[in-house]
């Protein structure tokens, strides 16, 4: 299937810390950049999930039309003026912003992900469920519509490197219950 990513976040700083009506915490630094290196179970080079006790969440990956919807649910003539339309997708965090997939469906299945430089294996075991903080940075009402469009969290199964582009999604195989339980009891607690 073919698709784009429009958008990569990397960023070394958590921003999201704390309450959200005490604002993001800034960083000087590029947190877009139009190329990043994977490595197989660790996530990627330069992210603050990278090479901690989460591999299986280490990498978060959302649709732009599900901002778009949101945009569309909540702004303009939905339920809440927003002064900062149209939304901007890099704003809900996620590593990979991506067109044309439906990436909630990859929750629990592997996939392939080729963005212009070969193929990288991912695996999805989780969703990534939106936080209160999607109030502050889209709107009030957004953590609620984001429920069930958020993205997934996954783990990449192979090094690589993905760049702001065409790619290719194949190979998407759901991963078996017994598998997935198996994986779930192995993630890390607390």
């Known amino acids: 299937m073919e698709i784009a990513i429009t958008h990569l976040v990397v960023s070394p700083v958590r921003r999201m810390d704390g309450r959200p009506r005490d604002g993001m915490t800034p960083y000087d630094g590029d947190e877009t950049p139009t190329t990043v290196r994977v490595r ?11 090479n901690t006790r989460f591999t299986y969440a280490s990498v978060t990956i959302i649709a732009a039309e599900a901002i778009e919807r949101l945009e ?22 996620r590593n990979l912003v991506t067109r044309g997939l439906d990436v909630d469906a990859l929750v629990r299945s592997t ?20 936080c209160g903080w999607m109030n ?33 999604v194949t190979d998407v195989v759901p991963i078996p219950q017994d598998e997935l339980t198996r994986q779930v009891r192995r993630a890390p607690v607390g």
């Open 40 to 50: 197989a179970h660790k996530g990627l080079v330069g992210d603050r999930y990278f």
């Open 72 to 93: 569309e649910q909540i702004a303009g003539d939905g339920l809440f003026p927003a002064a900062n339309t149209p939304f901007d997708p890099v704003l809900a965090r």
């Open 111 to 130: 996939f392939t992900l080729d963005g212009g430089h070969g193929p990288i294996r991912f695996r999805s075991i989780t969703p990534a469920n939106p």
């Open 136 to 168: 502050e940075v889209f709107a009030p009402g957004a953590h609620q519509a984001l429920r069930g469009h958020g993205g997934i969290r996954c783990e990449p199964l192979d090094d690589g490197q993905l760049s702001v582009g065409p790619a290719r």
